[in-house]
């Protein structure tokens, strides 16, 4: 088992970044895809980004591409998530997960995930 523990939300103006982060122990981590998910009030969990053991391949979903940057530290074992041009759409709660494979096959389906932080609240105002 894995433990997520993610840091970096808060309260931003729209247009304003954030950084989100990602501290992953107990497990091997740079065998490992990760990704980030976001929860708003009343709907579903959906995808936001993932990266692939290496780092070298990531996925966006179309919502955030060109604003957001997902990338890892593996002798950190840390993911972050890079938020700019933030809109008030983006409020969520952020959560990051750690799935068993190494590659992005199916890494936009909450299903395939095997761990979950805790999540970090990012709220942004208009």
């Avoid at 980030?36 to 009343?42: E, I, K, S, V, Y």
């Avoid at 395939?112 to 709220?123: L, M």
């Amino acid at each position: 088992q894995v433990q997520l523990v993610e840091s970096g939300g808060g309260l931003v103006q729209a247009g304003g970044s954030l950084r989100l982060s990602c501290a992953a122990s107990g497990r091997t981590f740079s065998s490992n895809a990760m990704g980030w998910f976001r929860q708003a009030p009343g709907k579903e969990r959906e995808f936001v980004s993932a990266i692939t053991g290496n780092g070298f391949s990531t996925l966006y979903a179309d919502s955030v591409k060109g604003r957001f940057t997902i990338s890892r530290d593996n002798a950190k074992n840390t993911v972050y998530l890079q938020m700019n041009s933030l809109k008030p759409e983006d409020t969520a709660v952020y959560y990051c997960a750690w799935r068993r494979f190494y590659f992005l096959t199916g890494a936009n389906n909450v299903t395939t995930y095997d761990s979950w932080g805790q999540g970090t609240q990012v709220t942004v105002s208009s």
